[in-house]
Structures are given as structure tokens and as C-alpha cells.
């Protein structure tokens, strides 16, 4: 239907013709999401048309039909100008239910929502819908929000969140998540005002059907127990979202320590739970992940201390099952092999600094990982072990994935380089110890435990036959000079000489060398340095 047309129509329509007229170009439109420009004019006096509709007192299924119609046309990015003043968020606040116009009408009492037709419901529904669209596509309409106070709103609607319908509740979670990712200034009056975490806790604890039966301890799953429905997953991921958000970058202080660590304890609960599908079980683990990342690394203790569940004992009584559903989804997102830094730096970063603080999380995550070694002919890069492929992405193109996984490995060697180089081999391991100053050896910075790691038989027999570099038993090779007389070695010895000599010249190449405290530097410089006397550190 041409878009004139309906605007002239609209001026003279009452309220069943206007519904009516409204819900033709709904039909039409519905599947629309690219919008021709030269029609940007009349789509924005459609919506300001639409909002007049709205600001009258209509029947509820004329509201519902010119929500709509503001849903199709708040895709447009460009066409929002009547929707983003205050007038028009307002509007859409009070179609919400989230009374979100200050002092005043704002302090009437919320409909209940068994109280309200599921005409009204659809109202709300599309109304929050409109509202995320032009949240998302409106920097004007994200100011006006603020300014409205529609995150005051929204936090008083997630406290009535046992009685939402699952619409209702999964778009009133999915614009707090769009507002606070959208206006970082937004966070901290959520914070610390509206206790938004706090809140968002107990939407995920009864989403997820927590049942407590320790300070930090839900009961374990039902092994019978069907997957979690759909519906509940959805809504539980945006809660996670929006939680990610609000606590990232955020340094809470002895007063958050309970809400982090019973944050900890849900997304263990969570961890443990099975979803309608494999994909939407490892989309749960990913944001569950995410979020674990925000919190002191002090509160990942939740995740093995279980006392009324019990663990194992050759771990202190620790139970381990957490941390392997972490390590199995970790090998997950490793065989992918795409979008790495995504999908898999985040778990590495939460397995590297759950090992560093907790003894039996690296004693448990290094016998699964790097389990002693007995076949050292093969190189540690090939094959198909989690060693294997993590070894690979020490070599990584990228550089993140590069040096979170070397990192992962090295704190699981308690920071060793004699043990990484163990594992690794030299060649696979030069980066990160560029990166540390480790060239000359030693160890990194964190102080770990003194259990002490045995060799087995095979490698103890194997090991003065180990190329340090390669990090395996190589088969011998025959040696190139073997037949050269003394004067045709040193011809070769000074063209290979000559030619590192020019390369050096034309600044292709720069001989480098390793000073004393394990950095590399010119090798001119190196030369220069006088020798550090390292009597008295320890050894391995």
C-alpha cells in the first residue's frame, strides 16, 4: 500500500479504520528489513502519525496493531527522530509497563499481569519489542531513556519476574541488556542504585530452579531430570547478558563477595544442566563462561567446593565435575577451529586463572591437559590430545589466541620453564618466553605449591636424546660435513658468515641475542653486557 495514501487516510480514520488500515501494512511489511530511502520522509510521518494513535485512549488491539507498525518501521535507523523524544519513549515506557516518566503517574500501582487480558499482554510485548529496536538503533533515543529514567522501570519490572509471561520477560531482560551495553554511565546507577545484579540473581534462580542446600551449594540435577525448556534457556541467557555487562571492569568490595560467589554457584549449577539441543547447552556454557570471567578470580572456589555433594579425594575432597565440563567444552570450541578469539580465549583466560589461585584446579586441569609423558618420538604439536592442539595454537596467527594459550600451558607447568619446554619443546614455546624474559630459563612470578612432578620411565630413558627445540626424539640424520676436509668447512663456515652479513646491512634481518635477565636484545649489546652471577637461584 502506498505509504501516501495511508497518511492521508490515517487523518481522517477513526479507530477501527485505523486499525484496520494499519494492520494491511502490517501484513505486507512483516517480513521487511531493508527500506527504500527516498521514502524515509513519509515513513518518519508514519511513525509521529502512529504515536498520536497511541497517546489516545484506544482499545487494546489498536494499540497492539500500531505497535506493530512502530516495530517494522524502528528497523530503519533512519526514520526514528519522532520516536526518540521524550514524548515518544515515554509513550512506549507506558505501553511497557514500565512507568517510566519519573515522579508522578510513575508511582502507579504495576497491573498485575493475571490481571491483564492476553490482548494487554501483547501490548506489552510489542511495545518492549519497539522499544529494543529503537534502543539499538537510536543514539538519541538511548540519551532519552536515560533521561526518562527507563532503566528505574526496568529493574522495578525484574522484581516481578515470577509472574511474567516468558515474552514479557525475555524482551524486558533483552533491553536491559541493550541499555547497558549501550551506556556504560547507565551501569553503575544499576549498580549501586537499583541493584540490578542482585536482581538479576534471582531471575536466574528461578529460571534455573535453584534449590540451595549449602551457602554456595545447589542441589545437583536429576539425572532423569528433563532438558531445560527452551523457553527458560532464552530468557536465562539474556539475564546472563545483561549480568556480564553490569559486572565488567567492575571492582566490587567486601560487600559484593556474597553476590559474586553465589553468582558462582548458579553458574555452576548451570554448567551441570542440559539443554533441548547441544548447540543451545554450548551457547549456555559460552555466556556462562563470560560471566565467570567477571568475577574474582578469589570466588572460582565455588565452582569445587561442595560439602554436602562431595568430591575427590586424591583432590582434597574437591569435586572436579565443573571443571570438566569447562575443559570438554574448551576442546569444543578448539576443534571448531574458527573465530578463536571469540569463542575460545575466554575460556582459556578462566582455566589459566582458576589454575593460578587454586592448587587443586591446576593439579586437577594439568593431569587431564598434560598428563605425564611416555612417547616422545612424535612432536608435541601433532595429534590429536588437548596437549596436542593446544601446542598448535602456540603458533597461532593471531596473537591473543597465541599467548593465552601458551600462558594456559605455562601456569599449568607452575610457570616452569624447564617443565613448559618439557611439554612444548623450545621452537613452540620462544614467544611467550620473548614475551616474559624468559630466553635464559628460570620461572615467572607467581609462587605455586612444592609438589613436585614425576617423569615416567620412557621419558626418563629418552630424555638425553630429546632436540630441545623440536621437543621429540628426532631419527638420526646424516651429518652434512661428514665427509668435508677442515678447509672446505671453513670456506662454508665464512660464506654462511657473509651472507648473515649482508642480510644484516640491508636491514633484512638483526642479529639478536639474550642478555642475562632473559630479554632479547641486539646481539652488539649483548655482547657488552657483563655476565649476572646466578649462584644462588634455585634449580629444578
Known amino acids: ?95 511497557a509497563r514500565l512507568h517510566s516518566e519519573g515522579e508522578g503517574d510513575d508511582n502507579q500501582k504495576i497491573v498485575q499481569e493475571d490481571t491483564q487480558s492476553e490482548e494487554e499482554e501483547r501490548v506489552v510485548v510489542e511495545a518492549l519489542k519497539c522499544l529494543c ?14 533521561d526518562v529514567q527507563l532503566a528505574h522501570g526496568l529493574c522495578r519490572s525484574l522484581r516481578t519476574a515470577s509472574t511474567w509471561n516468558h515474552e514479557v ?39 534455573l530452579d535453584v534449590h540451595w542446600v549449602g551457602p554456595y551449594e545447589v542441589a545437583s540435577p536429576d539425572p532423569q531430570a528433563l532438558p531445560m525448556p527452551a523457553e527458560d534457556n532464552e530468557r536465562a541467557m539474556e539475564a546472563l547478558k545483561a549480568s556480564f555487562n553490569l559486572t565488567l571492569s567492575y571492582v566490587g568490595g567486601e560487600e559484593d563477595e556474597h553476590q559474586f560467589r553465589l553468582i558462582a554457584a548458579i553458574l555452576r549449577h548451570l554448567l551441570m544442566q542440559k539443554t533441548e539441543t ?27 567446593d561442595l560439602p554436602v555433594q562431595g568430591g575427590q579425594e586424591k583432590y582434597g575432597g574437591k569435586n572436579m565435575d565443573a571443571i570438566q565440563v569447562l575443559l570438554d567444552f574448551m576442546e569444543k570450541r578448539i576443534d571448531k577451529g574458527s573465530n578463536y578469539k571469540e569463542c575460545l580465549t575466554p575460556v582459556l583466560s578462566l582455566l589459566t586463572e582458576g589454575s593460578r589461585q587454586h592448587r587443586e584446579i591446576r593439579r586437577y586441569i594439568k593431569a587431564q591437559v598434560l598428563p605425564p609423558l611416555k612417547d616422545v618420538k612424535i612432536r608435541p604439536e601433532i595429534g590429536s590430545a588437548v596437549r596436542n592442539k593446544l601446542v598448535r595454537l602456540m603458533t597461532h596467527v593471531d596473537m591473543g589466541v597465541k599467548q593465552t ?9 607452575k610457570e616452569s620453564v624447564d617443565n613448559l619446554l618439557k611439554y612444548t619443546g623450545y621452537g613452540n614455546a620462544a614467544g611467550l618466553l620473548v614475551a616474559r624474559g624468559l630466553l635464559a630459563g628460570g620461572r615467572g612470578e607467581t609462587q605455586y605449591s612444592e609438589d613436585e612432578d614425576s617423569d615416567t620411565e620412557e621419558y626418563k630413558t629418552a630424555k638425553p636424546f630429546i632436540n630441545p627445540i623440536t621437543g621429540h626424539v628426532e631419527e638420526p640424520m646424516p651429518n652434512p660435513i661428514e665427509e668435508m676436509t677442515e678447509e672446505q668447512k671453513e670456506y662454508e663456515a665464512q660464506k654462511l658468515a657473509n651472507m ?21 636484545a641486539p646481539l652488539e649489546e649483548t655482547l657488552c653486557d657483563p655476565p649476572v652471577d646466578d649462584s644462588g637461584s634455585d634449580s629444578d
Open 405 to 413: 594459550s601458551a600462558e594456559f600451558l605455562f601456569v599449568l607447568c
Open 1 to 95: 500500500m502506498d505509504l501516501n495514501t495511508i497518511l492521508s487516510q490515517l487523518e481522517a480514520s477513526n479507530e477501527e479504520e485505523t486499525e484496520k488500515l494499519l494492520r494491511q501494512y502490517n501484513q505486507e511489511n512483516s517480513h521487511t528489513f531493508t527500506f527504500e530511502q527516498k521514502e524515509e520522509t513519509l515513513r518518519s510521518k508514519l511513525c509521529q502519525s502512529v504515536l498520536t494513535v497511541l497517546g489516545r485512549q484506544v482499545q487494546p488491539s489498536c494499540q497492539k496493531t500500531c505497535l506493530e507498525t512502530l516495530r517494522i518501521l524502528s528497523r530503519d535507523k533512519h526514520v526514528l527522530s519522532p520516536v526518540a523524544t521524550r514524548e515518544g519513549m515515554l509513550i512506549l515506557g507506558r505501553m
Open 500 to 520: 648473515f652479513d649482508k642480510l644484516s646491512r640491508q636491514n633484512v634481518i638483526r642479529p639478536m641475542g639474550v642478555r642475562p635477565d632473559g630479554t632479547l
Open 278 to 304: 547441544e548447540e543451545k547447552t554450548e551457547e549456555a556454557h559460552s555466556h556462562a563462561v563470560n560471566l565467570l570471567n567477571n568475577l574474582p578470580v578469589s570466588c572460582l572456589d565455588v565452582l569445587i
Open 169 to 207: 520477560g525475555l524482551f524486558t531482560l533483552r533491553l536491559l541488556f541493550l541499555l547497558s551495553a549501550l551506556r556504560p554511565d547507565v551501569r553503575g546507577v544499576m549498580r549501586r542504585e537499583l541493584h540490578a545484579v542482585k536482581l538479576l540473581t534471582e531471575v536466574l534462580e528461578h529460571t
Open 133 to 146: 529496536n529503537v534502543v539499538y538503533n537510536s543514539p538519541a533515543a538511548q540519551q532519552v531513556s536515560v
